[in-house]
Nanobody, 112 residues
Framework: QVQVVESGGGLVQPGGSLRLSCVAS????????MNWYRQAPGQQRDLVAS???????AYADSVKGRFTISRDNAKNTVYLQMNNLKPEDTAVYYC??????WGQGTQVTVSS
């Protein structure tokens, strides 16, 4: 059974930074795209960033220039570096493998 575990969320002031991590116990991790989603209260779950097996990345317009997705295939881990955080970034952040496996999410709260 595949396990997907996110970590690194927390409370941060506007303008601050956080780095989220996602470890996926999936065989052949390196061949799968990996994705970060987020869901704010009362909102749908939206795609934030994706990284292909090649390392090519794509971002939602709302986070371009502030967030960076990266991966370490040796550690079966994908990261989301979030800089210049804004209150509207407050949400539960979820990791999803290219196979469709979801993690349980990690809360990010941006507030002064």
């Amino acid at each position: 059974q595949v396990q997907v575990v996110e970590s690194g969320g927390g409370l941060v002031q506007p303008g601050g930074s956080l780095r989220l991590s996602c470890v996926a116990s999936v065989r052949m991790f390196s061949i799968f795209a990996m994705n970060w989603y987020r869901q704010a209260p009362g909102q749908q779950r939206d795609l934030v960033a994706s990284i292909a097996s090649s390392g090519s990345a794509a971002y939602a317009d709302s986070v371009k220039g502030r967030f960076t997705i990266s991966r370490d295939n040796a550690k079966n881990t994908v990261y989301l570096q979030m800089n210049n955080l804004k209150p509207e970034d407050t949400a539960v952040y979820y990791c999803k493998t290219g196979r469709g496996d979801w993690g349980q999410g990690t809360q990010v709260t941006v507030s002064s």
